[in-house]
Nanobody
Framework: VQLQAYGGGSVQAGGSLRLSCAAS????????MGWFRQAPGKEREFVAA????????YYADSVKGRFTISAENAKNTVYLQMNSLKPEDTAVYYC?????????????????WGQGTQVTVSS
């Protein structure tokens, strides 16, 4: 399984970015996909996730109402639309495959990870 994340960049506060994550390889055992982020000196934290079946979505409180996750099953691709960005959203964003082996909110429930894409929000 390979996960390719892209779409990061630098924006000013209040701006928007759209991240994409394309999955390839043996994806049939995947239940969903998630986005995590890691800022310098901080632990990796959950951002959002979506299930392939039913499109159920999950969000961290810090991004609710600003970020939207969606999945395009035919393309094995997940998107993260980020609006009203804040400087505290600055981090490397990672996509990962959720296998239903653990909580969708925690790293332990994911097995394959993308390479990460940098998001920088300036004030």
């Amino acid at each position: 399984v390979q996960l390719q994340a892209y779409g990061g960049g630098s924006v000013q506060a209040g701006g928007s970015l759209r991240l994409s994550c394309a999955a390839s390889g043996r994806t049939f055992s995947s239940y969903g996909m998630g986005w995590f982020r890691q800022a310098p000196g901080k632990e990796r934290e959950f951002v959002a996730a979506v299930t392939w079946s039913g499109g159920r979505t999950y969000y961290a409180d810090s991004v609710k109402g600003r970020f939207t996750i969606s999945a395009e099953n035919a393309k094995n691709t997940v998107y993260l639309q980020m609006n009203s960005l804040k400087p505290e959203d600055t981090a490397v964003y990672y996509c990962a495959r959720w296998t239903n082996s653990g909580s969708i909110y925690y790293i332990g429930g994911y097995d394959y990870w993308g390479q990460g894409t940098q998001v920088t929000v300036s004030s």
